[in-house]
């Protein structure tokens, strides 16, 4: 086994799924809390106001009724209003993960607590003030924070009065946002990362049935934007402080061809050009890759690119690439006889790989193989900063909890990352996602549960938000503190 010997172990949540605190000092509203539970089988809604004033729902990823404006409603359940109350139990939370010997937590900042609009000109103080607690928290554990600086979570008022990212003025408020980061927790914090999961928006496209080319054309565009923001923001981070050190962050899938048809060889190569590639490349290597061309031309799609952008992204290229990891998925040209879920995708059942309860391929060897791709295009330290195994837990009459399947989930996922360091990988840190149990992003579940750390929660909004360690947490110790050799 051959970690080095300063591997950040660690894991990770993001800030409206652990935090709570939804409109505690003076934090405004992002999208997650107008978004409600759902499960397994029945989506999140997003909730609103129509124009003729009627209460009305969305699905997660449909848009708004024309004039209707986001609502928080009486008699539905919003799971990121409290999440697991993280504001105020974060004392609590990080010594649970100091004495798992965490070398590394990955959160995120919310851009409404410190911006609740997005539009003021100074930040909230309080929200300032909470982030500041937060890292020293970390710092005097011995834990490097590791923090993203958006996480699906835009301040709703620039969703709906400016339309997010497909507004080009979203670019200067982010600037204004992340300068307040980057200037405020100089020295408490070294490692960011922009915006996570970026490609989700490509792959959001997949999830609305049939798109149209309108559609292709916002989202390219609401994708051009964010670029630009990020490449900005690692500008501003590395003048503020040339220590930092300042990532990309993909949603990671290994696609692989269903069959050996020559047609779905280049499918799948196409999928890892639209899925994987098209934001890796321009985060990594500061310009759009070949094929980029043919992607825009499949849907007519027409961007409001400029020379100044363009510089911009030559400017602001990330120096670690970072990324999701749970699954891979199939790419075909034939039909396909079961579709399975994925993160905010899905895709053809692959008859060699276990799905959990919630459909998510586990594949130990994807992880390997998406490493070994990835480092050997860009070169740059990597990073793996979600991992890890969404399942039901049981609590048992004396409080213990026995989640073997969790650690039957990561002891393959850690052999990979290994193997690929074996094969010149440079991997330099793993944060496993949801390190205690929060909000599910996809499903608002509370029962679809990450946690090394179990949270007393369930899907309504009961429980005591007490901590308990499940066995998981044991085993995690000893993988860190023997620096991944331990993984019996
Ligand atoms: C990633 C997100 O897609 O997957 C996280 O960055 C999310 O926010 C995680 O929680 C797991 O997905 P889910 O839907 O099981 O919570």
Known sequence: MSFPKDFLWGGAVAANQWEGAWDVDGRGPAKTDVTTGGTVNTPRYITYIDKDGNPGKVMQFGKLPEGAKFAVLDDYHYPNHNAVDGYHHYKEDVALMAEMGFKQFRTSISWSRLYPTGLEKEPNKEGVEFYKNLFTELKTHGIEPLVTLWHFDTPLYIEQNLGD???RDTIELFVRYVTTCFTEFKGLVHNWLTFNEINNTIQFLDMMGNPSDKDFQDSYQHLHYQFVASAKAVQIGHAIDPTNRIGCM????????????????????HAWERNIFYCGDVQCKGEYGTYAKRLWKEHNVNLDITEEDLADLKRGTVDMYTFSYYMSQLVTTHEVKEKVGGNFSAGAKNEYLQ????????????????????????QIPLMVVENGLGAYDTVEADGSIHDDYRIDYYRPHIQAMSNAIDNGVDLIGYTTWGCIDVVSAGTGEMRKRYGFIYVDMDDEGNGTMARSRKDSFFWYKKVIESNGTHLD
């Open 165 to 167: 990212w497909k507004n």
């Open 250 to 269: 993909i949603c990671g899938i290994t696609w692989y061809p269903a069959t050996c048809d020559p047609n779905d060889i280049l499918a799948n190569r």
């Open 355 to 378: 799905y959990s309860d919630w459909g998510w391929a586990t594949d130990a060897t994807g992880l390997q193989y998406y490493l070994e791709t990835i480092y050997d295009r860009y």
